[in-house]
T-cell receptor, first 114, second 114 residues
Framework: DTEVTQTPKHLVMGMTNKKSLKCEQH?????MYWYKQKAKKPPELMFV???????INESVPSRFSPECPNSSLLNLHLHALQPEDSALYLC?????????????FGEGSRLTVL | GESVGLHLPTLSVQEGDNSIINCAYS??????FIWYKQESGKGPQFIID?????DKRQGQRVTVLLNKTVKHLSLQIAATQPGDSAVYFC?????????????FGSGTRLQVQP
């Protein structure tokens, strides 16, 4: 299994809602990543988890809260988002953080904040 | 500013021609580079990678060239096909920094004309 699975594929939420994005991989990877991608822009790193511990937070606003319950799962909890947070949220994994080798990306969760 | 960027935002080629997509980087500590392809509505897909101790690597119909002297990376696609139409990103792994995660360049859209 070489897939990174993200759910939901599409999410529409209001600014007062609380929702979560989920990501799962079963490749035994110990590094997992959240990237944010706006239209016609490259993916921008948000968070990195290494061995279930938060390794990198790229100064992301606290309305985004990551969680890594175990080595296969990565969540992104969303609360009080702004319309400008609308984007494609990509999850990725790799065997180890920073090791040379590709990041395996999921198909993304497209978020629309009304 | 970004340490990884692209010279051409859009490249249009005829089907069957060869395509060359360029990428400039500025961080001499980058030790690993990846080219990703992203089709509309999908996550980035690995194409080919190269380590900094190499200057050329070939895959199926694709070749990556690395010129460390001028900090330049290129992706060559032979006999371009309509299915190659997508946005192409180069990404670098910067060694010896606290970040140790892939940083993406700004992307080039490849349009293949039938």
């Amino acid at each position: 299994d070489t897939e990174v699975t993200q759910t939901p594929k599409h999410l529409v939420m209001g600014m007062t809602n609380k929702k979560s994005l989920k990501c799962e991989q079963h490749m035994g990877h110990r590094a997992m990543y959240w990237y944010k991608q706006k239209a016609k822009k490259p993916p921008e790193l948000m968070f990195v988890y290494s061995y279930e511990k938060l390794s990198i937070n790229e100064s992301v606003p606290s309305r985004f809260s990551p969680e890594c319950p175990n080595s296969s799962l990565l969540n992104l909890h969303l609360h009080a988002l702004q319309p400008e947070d609308s984007a494609l949220y990509l999850c990725a994994s790799s065997p180890r953080q920073g090791s040379t080798g590709e990041l395996f990306f999921g198909e993304g969760s497209r978020l629309t904040v009304l | 500013g970004e340490s990884v960027g692209l010279h051409l935002p859009t490249l249009s080629v005829q089907e069957g021609d060869n395509s060359i997509i360029n990428c400039a980087y500025s961080n001499s500590a980058s030790d690993y580079f990846i080219w990703y392809k992203q089709e509309s509505g999908k996550g980035p897909q690995f194409i080919i990678d190269i380590r900094s101790n190499m200057d050329k690597r070939q895959g199926q119909r694709v070749t990556v060239l690395l010129n460390k002297t001028v900090k330049h990376l290129s992706l060559q696609i032979a006999a371009t096909q309509p299915g190659d139409s997508a946005v192409y990103f180069c990404a670098e792994n910067i060694r010896d920094t606290g970040r140790r995660a892939l940083t993406f360049g700004s992307g080039t859209r490849l349009q293949v004309q039938p």
